[in-house]
């Protein structure tokens, strides 16, 4: 979803809603696909805190990227929660925010990142153009760093 589809779809639900809505609820995870295997288990052990806790229930405020790492913000945490966040957010810093692989922090005009080399090098080429830099970065990728394929198999799938 573009981001004026998304800032029109937050706009219709503050106007539809009573009560003051959170990013979280607005906008749902800020951050690239690279961090989901960061981000969900917290969200689930917060589903399951609620569930056993339901006069005492934590909030998810926001879940997003800031300054190359993720940030998670809830209102109110046991202590096992706040390890987990910050668990999370320290693992982030060396993850790829866009496919999960090894990453590490980079500047690029203005903007802190943690990419792979991939992401690193194709973002640096696109220069703003988000399709010019998905279509360079499929070009580049070699799937076999990811272990999407195992020796037996080359490129097209068919056995050696």
């Known amino acids: 979803m573009e981001l004026a589809e998304r800032v029109i ?6 106007e539809n809603s009573d009560k003051p809505l959170h990013p979280f609820e607005l906008f749902g995870i800020e951050h690239g696909y690279g961090w989901m295997g960061l981000t969900l288990p917290i969200i689930e052990e917060v589903r399951l ?5 339901p006069d005492n229930m934590i909030k ?3 879940v997003k990227e800031k300054f190359g790492g993720l940030r998670i913000y809830l209102s109110s945490m046991p202590d096992y929660l706040q390890k987990m ?3 999370a957010e320290a693992e982030s810093e060396h993850i790829c925010e866009f496919c999960g692989a090894r990453g590490k922090n980079i500047k ?3 903007w802190v990142w943690t990419l792979c080399g991939e992401h690193e090098k194709a973002k640096r080429k ?11 970065y499929k070009e580049s990728l070699d799937i076999r760093n990811y272990g999407w394929i195992t020796n037996n198999e080359n490129l097209t799938g068919n056995e050696d």
């Open 126 to 136: 696109a220069k703003h153009d988000s399709e010019l830099e998905d279509r360079l």
């Open 85 to 87: 966040i910050c668990k």
């Open 108 to 110: 690029i005009n203005g």
């Open 49 to 53: 805190y609620n569930k056993k806790n």
């Open 9 to 14: 779809k937050a706009i219709e639900k503050i």
């Open 60 to 62: 998810i405020t926001q």
